[in-house]
């Protein structure tokens, strides 16, 4: 069964950073895609960003310029870095291997 397991979230004023780490154990393949979800307050889980194994990115509108994801084949490990962070970035963020195995999520909150 596979496991997958987030960090890195946390408190953070606007403009800010922070970087989400997953990761993915047990009986995956490195080859799956891997990515980023969030749930803000009230609103419905969005898809946030994507990786594949050949490390092409791809972001939702809202944060692309701002969110970078890479991931670490060798660890079955993504990440997410994210800069600029605005209130409106407050949510909980859960990773995924595909194809279906999610994280519990790590609570960012992005406020002064």
């Known amino acids: 069964q596979v496991h997958v397991v987030e960090s890195g979230g946390g408190l953070v004023q606007p403009g800010g950073s922070l970087r989400l780490s997953c990761a993915a154990s047990g009986g995956i393949s490195s080859i799956n895609p891997m990515g980023w979800y969030r749930q803000g307050p009230g609103k419905q889980r969005e898809w946030v960003a994507t990786?594949?194994?050949?490390?092409?990115?791809n972001y939702a509108d809202s944060v692309k310029g701002r969110f970078t994801i890479a991931r670490d084949n060798a660890k079955n490990t993504v990440y997410l870095q994210m800069n600029s962070l605005k209130p409106e970035d407050t949510a909980v963020y859960y990773c995924?291997?595909?194809?279906?195995?999610w994280g519990q999520g790590t609570q960012v909150t992005v406020s002064s």
């Open positions: 995924r291997s595909w194809p279906d195995a």
């Open positions: 990786i594949s194994y050949g490390g092409k990115p």
